[in-house]
């Protein structure tokens, strides 16, 4: 299954106030530079990893009000994703 988040007058993605988040979460690059301009010299040096837990986010469930927001429709029929639908 492939989800589109920015598809559509009401997508999810649609839904983010851009102007609150803070800082650009599009790339790896984008959060290395983050990461770097707010490391303290002072500190330990920090660790960074990468993990795939992609099967980690499908298993979560989600909270009610927003199982309404992820509505399948597929041949006429309704479908609600109970859990994250990120992930495979």
Same mark, same amino acid.
């Given at each position: 299954?492939?989800? =589109?988040?920015?598809?559509?007058?009401?997508? @999810?993605?649609? %839904?983010? $106030?851009?102007?609150?988040?803070?800082?650009? !979460?599009? =790339?790896?690059?984008?959060?290395?530079?983050? @990461?770097?301009? %707010?490391? $303290?010299?002072?500190?330990?040096?920090?660790? !960074?990893?990468?993990?795939?837990?992609?099967?980690?986010?499908?298993?979560?469930?989600?909270?009610?009000?927003?199982?309404?927001?992820?509505?399948?429709?597929?041949?006429?029929?309704?479908?609600?994703?109970?859990?994250?639908?990120?992930?495979?």
């Amino acid at each position: 299954m492939v989800v =589109n988040h920015s598809a559509g007058d009401f997508s @999810l993605n649609s %839904m983010i $106030d851009w102007d609150s988040v803070g800082i650009c !979460l599009d =790339n790896i690059q984008h959060l290395g530079c983050n @990461l770097l301009a %707010m490391h $303290d010299p002072a500190c330990i040096v920090p660790w !960074l990893f990468k993990s795939d837990i992609s099967q980690a986010y499908w298993h979560l469930s989600m909270h009610p009000f927003w199982q309404v927001k992820q509505v399948i429709t597929l041949k006429g029929q309704q479908w609600v994703n109970h859990c994250n639908n990120f992930g495979d």
